[in-house]
Every structure is written in structure tokens, then in C-alpha cells.
């Protein structure tokens, strides 16, 4: 089996080759191919890659690439993790929606749309040389914002199935306050990416007992306080909701706190310096633990048992993805892409491309899906506006999100987010 990752030299790549080496018997991966542009960071992750395949017996080639349509060439998946305009690009989408009083965030608001503009029409483009190189192979997206890039890669006709950390994220903690293993934890996970609730925390199951409401009262403080919200407002959802909630249930006091700290960009830059000078050690074999306060947490988890999934390996059938609707959310249209629990399964019979079933969901309360909707037709807008580009798309996106919602404030954002992306929106 041969996988791909586009976006090889990011600091993320050791964590997803541990879990390649780790869980070697779910996915036999027999070819890994790093693929970057990025030469000086390619190399160094690429032998570190290398060095954890050897030091847990691993009997898999790594090899590195510049050229992607080599790299893809034969790949039974193809995993997206680029990053348009680097750290620099997220430090201006994290800044200067603040001088209109707006979070600064890189997967929503106005920096979201910005990352968005920038990423889609290069995710594409991959894509198709995908398609040329490879036709059967599945792509999995883990480029932010991965509702809005897999909804472009859904509508050109990849097989293409969107992934997030969160939800796994999620099941592991809840594992460890339940004190049972991640596996008899299942989670009726309903919403879009970055905008879901935890609806119920099921043992054993899709129809198992739920345990949310005994979770909350034994361990509610806890769960708050990772998700940066009072424990009230748990109790009064009965709920759990992703952290990125936070940006619309306290958006002024985030947008206050953003604005008295160093960005979350000038952080993980400074990480993923350390992180590359370690990586340049050749007695490092294994992922060091400052990987861990970069981000991705359980992300190798996710994608080994969706790619093994997808491709006929032992991967859950159940698990969290991003797919399109298809009257999962009847409010919703059916391509939509929502982020819920689906049946995943391998290509067999006559199906050509047999996407992610989602799992049936109850009716949701109004306080959530109304939300859903409103960010739901925002995303289509500010797909549009990635596909054909244009100033006015850009402030009518802008103007369709909840966080800004003013005609004001979408004059303003739309300004600032020309100015900063000029060399990466060819249109601007």
C-alpha cells in the first residue's frame, strides 16, 4: 500500500508516521512518499520519518519528493496537510482582523475566508494531477478549513473525505475521565467542522448507553475548563461543545484576550523552529514530546483508521468525517458537508466512489441549528468567492458570517484581507 502526503516537510509529519509505524497491522503501509516544495524542511523530517520506521521495525520505504505528480503517481491515498503562505500568512489571518474588532482566527471569521481564498484553488489544482496520476486513489484533507476545501473537492468529483482532530480529541479525554478505553467511547458527533456539539457520549456504540449527563456532573469543571467556557454553560446546553464555539459564545472576550497576548501564529513558529533543529539530530528515532504542544493531538489515530477504512484494512466502520449532507441535516442542502459519525467502507460491488454514509441524527435543538445553517450558508459563500474570486463575493461572505454580520465591518475586513493575501489571490 502506497500512501502520499502533500505537505510532507510540516512539523505535524512525525506525528502521523508514529501512528503509521505504530499501527502497522491496521494500515500495512508498504510506501510513504513526503511530499514538499519545502526542501529544508523535507529533508530533515523526511530522515527523521525514516529513523522512527527503523526503530520500530517498521518494514516500509520512506522516500521524499519535490515533484507531486511522482509522488502521487501509484498512491492508493493521498493525504492533504499544505499550509498556503506558511505561519506568515496565519500570523497576518490571526492580526488584523482585530483592528475591526473581530477574533483573528485562521479556520473562521475573516481569516477562516482568507485561508479559505488562498487554499482552495491550490488544493484543486493538486487534486486533479491526483486524479491524472493516480484516478483510484482516495484523497483525505486535513487542510483548513476543512469543511470549505473538502466541499470544493466533493463538487469537482474527488473521492474525497474531509478529517479533523477534534472528535477524536474529544473521545480520548472522555475515555480517560470515564475511565474506559477510547474504543467503548462513541460520540454522537453533529455539527460542521469547527462548529459541532457532542450531543451524547455513548458506551459501546452508536446505540449504547449514554453517559453525557453522568459525565458532566462527576467531571464538568474539567471538561469546561478545556474548552474555555464556564461550566454553566454546559449545564444549560446539556451539551459539549467543540472549543471553536468559544469564538461565538465569548467572541468580545476572546477578541479582548487576543488582543493583550502573542498570536497563536508567533507561538507555533517559534515551535516549529526548536522542532526542526530537533528533528536535525540523527539520534532522534521518535517524536519528541514538544510535538505534543504543537497541535494535531490523535491525528495519526484519525487517519490511520480512516485511510484503513477506506481502503479495506481493519479501520472502524464508524467514524467522524466530513462528507456532504445528503439530508442528514434537512435544513441543510445535500451538499453541504457536515462533520458527523458515518459508515465508512472500501470500494467494492458496483459502487465506483462509495462515500462516507452518515449516521442518521435527531432533530436538532433550534439554538444549534440555526447556527449550523448560518455558517453553513456562509461557507458556500466563501466557496464561491474561492472558485471565481471578485471583491464583492469576498464582502458578501464576510457580510453572511455570524461573527461579523455588518455591513461596516465586511467593508472593512474585505480591505484588510486583499491587502494582506495579494500575492496569493491572483484575481486581487
Known amino acids: 500500500m502506497k500512501l502520499a502526503v502533500v505537505g510532507g516537510g510540516s512539523t505535524y509529519t512525525p506525528e502521523l508516521v508514529d501512528g503509521f509505524a505504530r499501527l502497522r497491522d491496521t494500515l500495512p503501509v508498504s510506501e510513504l512518499v513526503l511530499i514538499d516544495p519545502a526542501t529544508e524542511r523535507l529533508e530533515p523530517v523526511g530522515a527523521l520519518a525514516r529513523r522512527i520506521f527503523a526503530r520500530q521495525d517498521h518494514a516500509g520505504k520512506v522516500t521524499t519528493t519535490t515533484d507531486l505528480d511522482a509522488g502521487v503517481a501509484g498512491a492508493d491515498a493521498v493525504l492533504l496537510q499544505l499550509r498556503v503562505g506558511g505561519q506568515a500568512a496565519r500570523l497576518q489571518d490571526e492580526t488584523w482582523p482585530l483592528e475591526c474588532g473581530c477574533v483573528g482566527q485562521e479556520t473562521t471569521g475573516a481569516g477562516g475566508l482568507a485561508?479559505?481564498?488562498?487554499?482552495?484553488?491550490?488544493?484543486?489544482?493538486?487534486?486533479?494531477?491526483?486524479?491524472?496520476?493516480?484516478?483510484?486513489?482516495?484523497?483525505?484533507?486535513?487542510?483548513?478549513?476543512?469543511?470549505?476545501?473538502?466541499?470544493?473537492?466533493?463538487?469537482?468529483?474527488?473521492?474525497?473525505?474531509?478529517?479533523?482532530?477534534?472528535?477524536?480529541?474529544?473521545?480520548?479525554?472522555?475515555?480517560?475521565?470515564?475511565?474506559?478505553?477510547?474504543?467503548?467511547?462513541?460520540?454522537?458527533?453533529?455539527?460542521?467542522?469547527?462548529?459541532?456539539?457532542?450531543?451524547?457520549?455513548?458506551?459501546?456504540?452508536?446505540?449504547?448507553?449514554?453517559?453525557?449527563?453522568?459525565?458532566?456532573?462527576?467531571?464538568?469543571?474539567?471538561?469546561?475548563?478545556?474548552?474555555?467556557?464556564?461550566?454553566?454553560?454546559?449545564?444549560?446546553?446539556?451539551?459539549?461543545?467543540?472549543?471553536?464555539?468559544?469564538?461565538?459564545?465569548?467572541?468580545?472576550?476572546?477578541?479582548?484576550?487576543?488582543?493583550?497576548?502573542?498570536?497563536?501564529?508567533?507561538?507555533?513558529?517559534?515551535?516549529?523552529?526548536?522542532?526542526?533543529?530537533?528533528?536535525?539530530?540523527?539520534?532522534?528515532?521518535?517524536?519528541?514530546?514538544?510535538?505534543?504542544?504543537?497541535?494535531?493531538?490523535?491525528?495519526?489515530?484519525?487517519?490511520?483508521?480512516?485511510?484503513?477504512?477506506?481502503?479495506?484494512?481493519?479501520?472502524?466502520?464508524?467514524?467522524?468525517?466530513?462528507?456532504?449532507?445528503?439530508?442528514?441535516?434537512?435544513?441543510?442542502?445535500?451538499?453541504?458537508v457536515v462533520e458527523v459519525q458515518a459508515r465508512v467502507r472500501a470500494a467494492g460491488g458496483d459502487d465506483p466512489v462509495p462515500l462516507p454514509v452518515p449516521l442518521p441524527v435527531p432533530r436538532l435543538d433550534p439554538l444549534f441549528a440555526g447556527l449550523i445553517a448560518h455558517v453553513s450558508g456562509y461557507e458556500d459563500l466563501a466557496l464561491d468567492a474561492a472558485l471565481r474570486g471578485g471583491r464583492e463575493r469576498v464582502f458578501k461572505a464576510l457580510l453572511a458570517h455570524p461573527l461579523i454580520g455588518q455591513y461596516d465591518l465586511a467593508e472593512g475586513l474585505a480591505d484588510r484581507l486583499l491587502a494582506h493575501n495579494r500575492e496569493h489571490l491572483p484575481w486581487a
Open 115 to 336: 485561508k479559505a481564498l488562498r487554499t482552495v484553488p491550490v488544493v484543486l489544482d493538486i487534486a486533479e494531477r491526483v486524479r491524472r496520476a493516480s484516478p483510484h486513489a482516495w484523497i483525505i484533507d486535513f487542510t483548513n478549513p476543512v469543511g470549505i476545501v473538502t466541499r470544493a473537492l466533493l463538487r469537482a468529483g474527488h473521492k474525497a473525505v474531509g478529517l479533523c482532530n477534534v472528535a477524536i480529541g474529544l473521545q480520548r479525554k472522555f475515555a480517560a475521565l470515564l475511565e474506559l478505553a477510547p474504543s467503548d467511547v462513541h460520540l454522537d458527533h453533529v455539527g460542521l467542522n469547527h462548529l459541532t456539539w457532542e450531543l451524547a457520549v455513548r458506551r459501546g456504540g452508536p446505540d449504547g448507553e449514554d453517559m453525557l449527563p453522568g459525565l458532566l456532573a462527576a467531571h464538568g469543571e474539567a471538561v469546561a475548563s478545556d474548552l474555555r467556557l464556564p461550566r454553566t454553560v454546559l449545564d444549560r446546553l446539556g451539551v459539549v461543545p467543540s472549543y471553536y464555539l468559544r469564538y461565538f459564545y465569548s467572541h468580545d472576550e476572546v477578541v479582548r484576550e487576543l488582543g493583550t497576548k502573542p498570536s497563536r501564529a508567533a507561538e507555533v513558529a517559534a515551535m516549529e523552529r526548536e522542532l526542526l533543529r530537533l528533528y536535525t539530530d540523527p539520534a532522534l528515532d521518535e517524536k519528541p514530546a514538544l510535538l505534543a504542544r504543537r497541535g494535531g493531538a490523535f491525528y495519526s489515530e484519525a487517519a490511520v483508521d480512516l485511510a484503513a477504512a477506506l481502503l479495506g484494512g481493519g479501520g472502524p466502520e464508524v467514524q467522524v468525517v466530513n462528507t456532504y449532507n445528503n439530508g442528514t441535516l434537512p435544513f441543510l442542502p445535500d451538499d453541504a
